[in-house]
Structure formats: structure tokens, C-alpha cells
């Protein structure tokens, strides 16, 4: 079976490089066509799946896409998008100008690469852990504890949490070789205590906690996994939450045998990522679409049928298609009070700082944890455990607990980052970040 298995995607491969052959994709990319962004056209053989590839690609370049217009009715396929650096200006730098021509255009492997770019690819530099589960006050000090009593260092990570539910992808390393974890006794027990942690006392949602040796699309792999978890189920929301919800629209247009769907909600980076990734893994395809985000507010439309080629045909299959449109949207919404994290990375890092979280009650709702160079540069989006907004001083225990210039408030002018003190506060708790022997408190023992 297997060798069937991998003759059947030689065969596809193969196919695949031919019809690439015939009709290579062209990338023009123009910096005069608008005033106010860079204008790349990308032109390619037609394959399910094409748009979510190109869209990943430029979102993982840091690109905002202000515009964008999608054609791919018949073989062909056809996007033309605006884009802008971080700053909002166009594109002047002809190293990542080539590097778009290069990645997009007719010598590149692009589509053949990233095909398989949410399965597991092998990887020696770390160990991929997936986990979902409820979520509650605490749960990510209790994981990164039981990690670090596991001998784990946890290099990337990136949390989300969305209507009950919370969902991470982390990449740990082993705290003596730096290396991917390999042996199958140790990821056995890993997968377990993990499991168990996620599990709590709740007895009616199911946990999963996946490990491998592979290399995943987090944020991608992220959406599957809530999706799967079905996050997009709702029960009993007040109001106020009801009235910051998208705008989505589902109706059909039968003479064309399409359905139109259309988004309007506050703008942010990488939406178009989240709604065209809901899409394609729910197995629709887009034919026609026109994107606007200049202004706060961002409009998408979508001409789609399913991949059988048929439009939707069912209430219950409309209102599942909002209802997970919805959610794709909101999981990324970062509610709470945003932290930066910069500091010389270490093993338990996260670990600690998310347990003085803890102790101080405060709850993660999204978190995105990178090293680089030997450098920890981490985000919290932080609410207190009933959800409320976080009261000042608290906040400012904390950053005396960790380090005012260590932690620092980003983004709201009513928590000013007020200038390094030398208090006994700061002194009691400063050889936290060096030494991680003065807090070394297990959650294993009490989930095994």
C-alpha cells in the first residue's frame, strides 16, 4: 500500500511539473500603477488550493494586502493584490521584489513545495507538539511547566483561544542537545502528562495532544485544528459580544450557479489569510473575489462553489459556512492587553513568566513565543481570569516582578511603561531570569 501510495504522487508530481511546463506562472510586479501600494499580478495554470498558496506566501512575508482582485474561472487563474510593508509603503527593497519573482514565478517550485506545506514534514531541529483543549485561567503555565519538568525547551510557539476552546502548535527542543526530541518512550510520556494537563476536571470536551518529528504551517495548522475542535459552535453569547461579531453574508446566484459571499469587519493584518484558509479546507473553491481593507473597515467578497462544483444547497450548510467564517475571523482577534517579551532566551522561560501571570490571575487568550539569535521575543494578549480588562496595578506588579524593561506594554497609552526602578520587588524577583532554581515547582505529579 504504501509503495502504491508514493508511485501515485511520483505520478502526480510528474503530471504536475508538466502542466507547469506548458504554461509557466508569470509574477509582474508594478510600483507605478498605484499611488499608494505595490501591485503584484500573479498568472497560473488553475488548481484547487492556488490562492490560499499565493495569499500564505505573501502573509508570511509580513505583507498587508490592501487590495485584491481574483479571477480563476476555467484553467487559468489570475490575482492581481496591493500590497504595503508593515509601514504601509510600497515595496522599494529589489532583494525581496526578486525574491517574490523568484518564489511566484516560472523557475521556482512554489506550488509543488508548498502542496504539502500543512502536513508534517521531518525535521531534526525541534519537536512539533499539537494541542487542543478547553480552555481556563492558567492553562498555559500548567503546559509550559510540565514541559519544562520534562527537560523541554520551548523555542516557538503560537496559542489562540476562541470561544471556550484553545488550540497551540510548539516547537520544543531537548534542554541538553538543543535538538529534536527523538526517542519514542520520552514522546510517549510527553503526549500523556500534556494530555492529562489539558484534560483538567472537564470531563465533557475532549483534549488531544499530537507529537511528531515534523514541521507544520502553524497558523494554518491552527485553524484546522480549532475547526476540528468545532470552536465554531456557539451557545448563549450576550449582546456586546454579539454586536462585535463579522458581517457575513451567504446567498446564491443561480443563474451563474455561484454563492456570494460577503465579509465586512475591522480590518487587521492577515485577514484575507484566515478567510481564504476557511474556505479551501472546507473544500470551496473561489472563482471570483474583490478584497478593499484601505479603509478601517474590510470588505471581501467571494464568488464560490464546493470542490464538486456544486453552489451551497441547504440552510444548515449556509449558516455552517458563516458560522465558521465567523469564527476563522475572531480567533485571531486578539482580546486583552498586549505584552512584549524581550529578553536572553533560557530554558523554562515561559515557563516562569507565565506562572507569575498565573499568581497574579491573569489569563492568556492569544500568545506568539519566537527565539532568534539566542533572544526571546514573545507576545501576550492578557485579560484577568473573568475576562475583564486588566486593573494597572497589577500590571505594574508584574513588570516589576519580570522586569520593566523586560516587559513592556504595547499599544494602550493607559498603561504608560514607566522608566526601570530599583525596587526590593524587582531585586526579590530579578534572579528569576537568570536562574530558574528559585521557582522550581512541578504540575506533572499532580496530572500523572
Known amino acids: 500500500m504504501e509503495a502504491d501510495w508514493s508511485s501515485s504522487c511520483d505520478m502526480d508530481d510528474e503530471y504536475n511539473k508538466f502542466i507547469r511546463r506548458m504554461n509557466p506562472p508569470r509574477v509582474v510586479i508594478d510600483n507605478e500603477a498605484s499611488k499608494n501600494a505595490t501591485v503584484i499580478r500573479v498568472d497560473s495554470a488553475n488548481k484547487h488550493g492556488i490562492l490560499l498558496e499565493v495569499v500564505q506566501f505573501l502573509t508570511d512575508l509580513n505583507l498587508i494586502i490592501t487590495k485584491a482582485y481574483i479571477s480563476s474561472d476555467g484553467g487559468w487563474f489570475m490575482d492581481v493584490f496591493n500590497v504595503t510593508d508593515q509601514d504601509g509603503k510600497k515595496l522599494r527593497d529589489e532583494g525581496i521584489l526578486d525574491y517574490i519573482r523568484k518564489s511566484l514565478g516560472p523557475d521556482s517550485c512554489f506550488i509543488h513545495s508548498l502542496r504539502r506545506s500543512v502536513g508534517v514534514q521531518p525535521s531534526t531541529d525541534h519537536t512539533s507538539i499539537e494541542l487542543t483543549g478547553t480552555d481556563r485561567p492558567g492553562l498555559l503555565s500548567e503546559v509550559s511547566a510540565v514541559l519544562t519538568d520534562l527537560k523541554c525547551n520551548v523555542v516557538n510557539a503560537e496559542v489562540w483561544t476562541h470561544n471556550t476552546r484553545a488550540a497551540a502548535v510548539m516547537h520544543v527542543t531537548d534542554e541538553t542537545t538543543g535538538l529534536a526530541i527523538t526517542d519514542p518512550e520520552r514522546l510517549s510520556k510527553i503526549k500523556k502528562l500534556l494530555c492529562n494537563v489539558l484534560k483538567g476536571n472537564n470531563k465533557t470536551r475532549a483534549a488531544k495532544t499530537v507529537v511528531s518529528l515534523g514541521a507544520t504551517h502553524t497558523e494554518r495548522r491552527l485553524h484546522q485544528m480549532m475547526f476540528d475542535d468545532r470552536d465554531y459552535e456557539r ?17 446564491n446566484l443561480y443563474d451563474k450557479d455561484y454563492s456570494v459571499v460577503t465579509i465586512r469587519c475591522r480590518d487587521r493584518p492577515k485577514l484575507l489569510f484566515d478567510t481564504v484558509c476557511t474556505l479551501t479546507d472546507m473544500q470551496y473553491v473561489v472563482f471570483h473575489a474583490n478584497v478593499d481593507a484601505e479603509r478601517p473597515e474590510a470588505y471581501q467578497e467571494f464568488y ?37 517579551l524581550c529578553t536572553n532566551d533560557r530554558v523554562g522561560l515561559l515557563s516562569d513568566v507565565t506562572r507569575i501571570f498565573r499568581e497574579n490571575s491573569l489569563s492568556v487568550t492569544r500568545a506568539e513565543v519566537t527565539t532568534r539569535g539566542g533572544k526571546a521575543i514573545n507576545t501576550f494578549y492578557v485579560r484577568d481570569a473573568a475576562g475583564n480588562p486588566v486593573d494597572s496595578k497589577t500590571i505594574e506588579a508584574i513588570r516589576q516582578a519580570i522586569g520593566q524593561t523586560i516587559l513592556q506594554v504595547k499599544g494602550n497609552s493607559d498603561y504608560p511603561n514607566s522608566p526601570p526602578q530599583e525596587s526590593p520587588t524587582r531585586f526579590l524577583f530579578g534572579g528569576l531570569f537568570k536562574s530558574r532554581s528559585l521557582y522550581n515547582f512541578s504540575l506533572v505529579r499532580l496530572y500523572s
Open 235 to 251: 451557545s448563549g453569547l450576550d449582546t456586546a459580544e454579539e454586536n462585535l461579531r463579522p458581517i457575513v453574508t451567504l446567498f
Open 304 to 340: 464560490i462553489r464546493h470542490i464538486d462544483g456544486s453552489p451551497v444547497n441547504s440552510e444548515a450548510e449556509r449558516e455552517r459556512v458563516i458560522q465558521c467564517l465567523e469564527a476563522a475571523i475572531e480567533r485571531r482577534v486578539s482580546e486583552g492587553l498586549k505584552l512584549g
